[in-house]
């Protein structure tokens, strides 16, 4: 069974840091591109950093957020610094398996093949 399993995600005040974690299991995601997106409460999901052998943030994280990858642990991360209340959402990891291999970072959810559950990230003010 694939998996993707996101963590460290937590209760942060605004102006810290947090640094999300997301293990793959059941097959090897070396060759996939690797996205984080973002979906607060009442709002639509959303893409927030990808990686292929680019990376590509979302206008709204660029500068504060770094997405890095590790093919041996079969993982991708999310360090964010700099938290905004904003920033208070449900963050969730996925693979695309079309896209690893390339320069083309993918932004829409639906070129992403597995997702994991989420994790909840909140920013106090």
């Known amino acids: 069974q694939v998996q993707l399993v996101e963590s460290g995600g937590g209760l942060v005040q605004a102006g810290g840091s947090l640094r999300l974690s997301c293990v793959g299991s059941g097959r090897s995601f070396s060759g996939s591109a690797m996205g984080w997106f973002r979906q607060a409460s009442g709002k639509e999901r959303e893409f927030v950093a990808g990686?292929?052998?680019?990376?590509f943030y979302a206008d709204s994280v660029k500068g504060r957020f770094t997405i890095s990858k590790d093919n041996a642990e079969n993982a991708v991360y999310l360090d964010m610094n700099s938290l905004k209340p904003e920033d208070t959402a449900v963050y969730y990891c996925a693979a695309a398996v079309a896209h690893g291999n390339s320069d083309y970072v993918p932004a829409r959810d639906f070129e992403y093949n597995y997702w994991g559950q989420g994790t909840q990230v909140t920013v106090s003010s």
């Open positions: 990686i292929s052998y680019n990376r």
